[in-house]
């Protein structure tokens, strides 16, 4: 319980409202308390076990509402890419059409692949939009005033080391556990994506391109590569969110499980400045 | 001598670990190119007297004289060839080089050829429209058995007539000949007066299917090819053939790859004199400027050079002049690419807009392409781009040129007023 006090009393410690910087995850949190729980009382409900595990699950919600909104932001923009490769595919075939070197059938086949895309698009839009209002709601601050940093902070290249677990209960050392196994595949998946598969499919864009100075492969096989590359660095913008995710929800496994005077949620210069805080 | 021969042959059937050490001491010293240029060889000082092939882009083997057998010595085995500048292929071929060297006799000499099998693979040589022994033919398995990894055969047997001939293997022959195992054998009539000509060239035509950025060749490719090569080499890099106006001129050329290549001169008129069957009546000859060569075939074409110029000669399957190209592609002539160039450079910073006039440009522009890889059109004239790849060269006729010499005179100054020109 004291713990529970330990965050509240650490989060609204923090001074100022509108940050100067890109607004960071603490930065979201600090705001999102303020505006839900201050208002609602004194301090000291907080020590009351109820109150302080809602407000710790609620400091994890509000991060991971953060990681998700700055990930949307930079996933909007590469979806319009993905887009654009196929507004272009379809537009090169009217061009040849026009020209007499395509056949409608062939038309047809660029038309629908751009259509279908298209309408598959517009839900995930939605979805990154949804990402980012939520947050704005949680803080209660309209999304253009957000000030959402350009993207998350890197993935680190070696994950952190399994917390220490003897000492907690059986049910907390198997949530801690699973946490962190978690953590572990999130981070080798993400840096997967930002070590060895963007770079790759940056690189066969590349080649791609050579081949096209060539003509060795035509437009249609330029662009579909340029879509691969837009849909390799969205798969990847959502591996590195997936990993402050998990990296989140093991420090909220670790937090609620541990003696209050183990693990603050938010202690300065913990692991929250340094990963995941966006800045 | 029948006894030597019977020994060796029989050596050769059992495997060369038969072979004794004496004989393979007596193994004459491979002999090595010094590089993918044409390298004129000398009069021969050795046995029978004969005019001997210039082979472009190729070389002929030195022999020696063992009594009254001439010995060669070729060695199997993988080689790196320059297709043109710029490109390098990681082939098979004989003595460094593919196509190995240019193997030259006569009429009625008996020839002892060594064969040492430097590849990862059991290897044949089959000596392509040849009369000798069955147990000569080379055909793994048929006729004899496959020569393996690490060992040498000899093949013994008399040249019974002249003509233009080739060597290949007849063991895993699709791989063998995908990967450039070939080369020549010129047989020259007892009478070096007989079929006289100033000059007699010589090539094999091939093809390789190698991906753009690779530089081994694909072995299993049937008919998509994308270098189309004379001699395992494509314009810019196939030599010019030269002649002094009013020469007689003799082109000899095989065809081991998967298609028939029509072959072009331009300037002059030609016969075919002879083929890979031997020499052509003189009555069944009929005047061409395009001879077609057929797969597994030799054609040997004979002209007065007449006509002074730089003569375009080639294959005039159009796309056998084209370095290499994607098959299956869009044809942009014609479609309006301009308003949409912006938006791709912004995907594509080296974006620029292709094949909207024809693709004629490629012989202009220089982009960059993959490593390894020739433009597909390429090369440059008197006047221009010339826009070429492939199974293209050019054929210059000049005057005054010394009977011995090859070297390419430059470009040819055509007299005032008979150039084609604007009006």
Redesign the interface.
């Known amino acids: 319980m004291r713990r529970h006090a330990i965050i509240l009393g650490f989060a609204l410690c923090l001074t100022g409202i509108a940050p100067a910087h890109a607004l960071t995850a603490d930065d979201a949190v600090r705001i999102a308390l303020r505006k839900h729980i201050a208002p609602t009382g004194p301090i000291h409900d907080a020590a009351e076990p109820d109150v302080a595990a809602a407000m710790t699950e609620f400091v994890e919600d509000v991060r991971g509402a953060w990681f998700r909104a700055v990930a949307a932001r930079q996933a909007l923009a590469l979806l319009d890419e993905v887009r654009e490769t196929l507004d272009l595919s379809a537009e090169f075939a009217q061009s040849l059409r026009d020209a007499g070197n395509l056949s409608a059938l062939d038309l047809m086949r660029h038309q629908v692949l751009q259509a279908e895309t298209t309408a598959g698009l517009a839900v995930l839009r939605a979805d990154l939009q949804i990402e980012q209002e939520r947050l704005a709601h949680l803080v209660g601050m309209a999304l253009s005033d957000l000030g959402l940093p350009d993207k998350l902070a890197d993935v680190p290249p070696s994950p952190a080391a399994a917390p220490p677990t003897a000492s907690l209960p059986p049910e907390a050392q198997w949530s801690v556990r699973t946490a962190h196994l978690k953590y572990l595949a999130a981070h080798e998946r993400a840096r997967a994506y930002a070590a060895t598969i963007v770079p790759l499919r940056r690189k066969i864009t590349e080649e791609t391109t050579l081949r096209f100075n060539g003509m060795l492969v035509d437009i249609f096989a330029l662009l579909a590569d340029v879509r691969e590359q837009a849909s390799a660095s969205l798969t990847a913008i959502e591996a590195e969110r997936d990993f402050w995710l998990a990296e989140n929800a093991l420090r909220y496994a670790e937090v609620v499980s541990h003696e209050p005077q183990a693990a603050p949620v938010l202690a300065p210069g913990a692991r929250s400045g340094a990963a995941g805080g966006g800045h | 001598m029948l006894s030597r021969r019977n020994l060796l042959t029989g050596a050769a059937l059992l495997g060369a670990a038969a072979v004794s050490r004496a004989s393979l001491s007596a193994i004459p010293e491979a002999a090595y190119p010094a590089g993918p240029r044409t390298q004129v060889p000398p009069l021969p000082t050795t046995g029978r007297p004969f005019h001997p092939v210039v082979t472009l882009n190729g070389w002929s083997a030195p022999w020696t004289m063992n009594g009254e057998w001439k010995e060669f010595h070729l060695v199997a085995e993988p080689v790196e060839r320059q297709i043109a500048p710029g490109m390098r292929a990681k082939l098979w071929g004989y003595n460094g080089q593919s196509p190995g060297p240019t193997i030259e006799g006569v009429e009625g000499d008996k020839v002892r050829i060594f064969v040492t099998n430097k590849l990862a693979e059991p290897t044949t040589v089959h000596w392509h429209g040849m009369i000798l022994p069955n147990g000569m033919d080379g055909v793994g398995g048929l006729t004899q058995p496959y020569i393996p990894v690490g060992k040498t055969f000899v093949y013994e047997f008399e040249l019974v007539k002249s003509g233009t001939f080739m060597y290949h293997p007849h063991a895993d022959e699709m791989v063998q000949m995908a990967m450039g195992m070939m080369g020549l054998f010129i047989v020259h009539p007892r009478d070096p007066a007989e079929h006289r000509v100033d000059r007699d060239y010589a090539f094999l035509i091939n093809a390789y299917d190698i991906a753009?950025?690779a530089s081994t060749p694909s072995v299993a490719t049937m008919t998509d090819f994308n270098l189309w090569s004379w001699n395992s080499r494509v314009f810019p890099g196939i030599d010019v053939p030269v002649a002094g106006q009013g020469e007689r001129v003799r082109i000899r050329m095989g065809n081991l790859s998967m298609t028939s290549h029509p072959i072009h001169l331009h300037g002059h008129s030609f016969e075919v004199t002879c083929t890979d069957g031997g020499w052509v009546r003189e009555s069944a000859r009929w005047p061409e400027v395009t001879t077609d060569v057929p797969v597994g075939a030799m054609r040997a074409v004979e002209f007065v050079a007449e006509n002074e110029g730089d003569w375009a000669f080639h294959c005039h399957k159009s796309h056998h002049t084209m370095g290499?190209?994607?098959h299956g592609?869009?044809?942009?002539?014609?479609?309006?690419?301009d308003h949409?160039e912006e938006?791709?450079i912004?995907?594509?910073p080296?974006?620029?807009v292709?094949?909207n006039h024809g693709?004629g440009d490629?012989g202009e522009m220089e982009?960059?392409?993959?490593d390894n890889?020739l433009?597909?059109m390429t090369g440059s004239g008197p006047f221009g781009a010339l826009a070429m790849g492939g199974m293209f060269t050019v054929f210059k006729v000049r005057k005054g040129l010394g009977p011995r010499d090859f070297t390419d005179p430059g470009w040819y100054t055509q007299p005032a007023g008979t150039t084609a020109r604007e009006v």
């Open positions: 753009p950025g290499p190209m994607g592609t869009a044809n942009m002539i014609g479609a309006r690419q949409l938006r791709m912004k995907l594509v080296d974006f620029m292709m094949g693709m490629m982009m960059p392409l993959p890889t433009p597909m």
